[in-house]
């Protein structure tokens, strides 16, 4: 019954910026940590940035300095500015959300939103 939906992709020049939204149907309290994914045909599905209920983060080395992860509890959506962007940065992407218990470990993922960066 938990459902994720990626928005805000879309096509953008180089040097150029755009924001992701990931709105849950539940409260995102729930949630251990949350983050962004990214994938290109052909390749493995890429870890881009996390984001704790404590607010910790962490992004990969080739987005740091120009991405922003955030989350909103009020409005159960978590974010993701990409400034600066390159053509690299082409890609599906993914929202995910980790729940942990004592008893269990669940995943869940959006559908993906399609971010194309031209040159």
């Known amino acids: 019954q938990v459902q994720l939906v990626e928005s805000g992709g879309g096509l953008v020049q180089a040097g150029g910026s755009l924001r992701l939204s990931c709105a849950a149907s539940?409260?995102?309290?729930?949630?251990?940590?949350m983050g962004w994914y990214r994938q290109v045909p052909g390749k493995q599905r890429e870890l881009v940035a996390t984001i704790s209920n404590g607010g910790s983060t962490y992004y990969v080395d080739s987005v740091k300095g120009r991405f922003t992860i955030s989350r909103d509890n009020a409005k159960n959506t978590m974010y993701l500015q990409m400034n600066s962007l390159k053509p690299e940065d082409t890609a599906v992407y993914y929202c995910h959300a980790e729940r942990t218990t004592y008893s269990s470990r669940k995943d869940y993922w959006g559908q993906g939103t399609q971010v194309t960066v031209s040159s």
């Open positions: 539940g409260s995102i309290f729930l949630f251990n940590a």
